[in-house]
């Protein structure tokens, strides 16, 4: 190919590109990113910004595309020339926290979430997940800070109640956690609340309490297969052993990687005669690195 052709190539692909506008890109990348298309998205944004490099906005949003295709370092690359652009940005801020949190740079995540606060004082979604990489990390009565600060941004937010209340609950005041998930249910009922009220409620030994919130839960999200393990083990605690193999069972069949429900399956069989088929629920759990199921395995099956 000679150096004429080469050039007239180059105007025509120039031509045809700047033929769309920067918005046509962008405005189909969108779609794309709906579809679950992200690679399809990423090529799109970028094309986009192309042709208007000074576009904060088709930067973070590529940015997005790329943390769903789990490129965190190019997410937060993008995210980063959107800052360049507007170090207002605050959505960019959140983004980068949300890219460390799951490089499990922690304490760069709370940075990044703290420099969002600082744009937006009533972000309360930034204020939570501030809170829960500090739950995360253990560093619970920070986390029932934010997830305090997050309550008074925006009262109504049921999400802050249950996450205050699993904080709560790791620092064994358990009737807190359980006024904070009451509090949830008050505002919006969910599984996820009924079953850690159920939590708390088994802690402070009202296992009925606990059993009739367990039900609940599995009532709001029929897949809740922790919900079922954790009624299992309360209906143990309740000498219902027949039922609690049920719901072992039902736990397995949701999640059948559940190393903790065939262990419990295990040593209920055991207790009510069935050695053979308990011994195989703890070689299973064993597989599945269920820590005390070489233990129970000495203990029953040698």
């Known amino acids: 190919m000679n150096k004429l052709n080469f050039t007239l190539i180059l ?15 962008f405005n189909r990348a969108v779609t794309k990113y709906y579809n679950q298309d992200y690679t399809g998205a ?17 930067y973070v949003s590529r940015g997005i595309a790329k943390y769903y295709i789990q490129d965190y370092l190019g997410a937060i690359e993008d995210q980063k020339k959107a800052i360049q652009i507007n170090p ?5 801020y959140f983004n980068i926290g949300d890219c460390k949190y799951n490089l499990q740079d922690y304490a760069g995540a709370i940075e990044s979430y703290s420099q969002a606060i600082s744009i937006n004082p009533k972000d309360a979604m930034a204020i939570v997940s501030r809170g829960l990489t500090k739950q995360y990390i253990k560093e619970y009565k920070a986390a029932i800070e934010d997830f ?18 699993v904080s709560k609950y790791y620092l064994e005041d358990y009737l807190g ?6 509090k949830a249910i008050d505002i919006q009922s969910s599984s996820d609340a009924y079953f850690n009220r159920g939590n708390a409620k088994v802690a402070l030994k009202d296992l009925k309490g606990g059993l009739s919130d367990y039900n609940k839960s599995i009532e709001l ?6 919900a ?16 609690a193999l049920d719901d072992f069972t039902k736990a397995i069949d949701l999640s059948p990687r559940y190393g903790d429900a065939f262990y419990n399956r295990g040593v209920t069989k055991m207790a009510i005669n069935q050695k053979e088929s308990g011994c ?18 000495q203990k029953y099956c040698k």
Request: no cysteine; charged share 30%; glycine share 6%.
């Open 148 to 165: 305090t600060l997050a309550i008074k941004v925006q009262p109504d937010l049921a999400d802050a109640y249950i996450d205050r209340g």
């Open 177 to 182: 956690a359980i006024t904070d998930y009451s």
């Open 42 to 58: 990423i090529e799109d944004y970028s094309k986009a910004i192309e042709l208007k490099p000074g576009d904060a906005k088709a």
């Open 11 to 25: 105007l025509i692909t120039n031509t045809l590109l700047f033929g769309q506008s920067a918005n046509t890109f």
């Open 221 to 226: 999200n029929p897949k809740n297969f922790k």
């Open 280 to 297: 195989k629920d703890l070689e299973r759990a064993l597989e599945l690195g269920q820590i005390n199921a070489s233990i129970g395995l």
């Open 88 to 92: 207002k940005y605050e959505d960019a």
């Open 228 to 243: 079922f393990h954790n009624r299992g083990l309360t209906k143990v605690e309740l000498n219902d052993l027949k039922a």
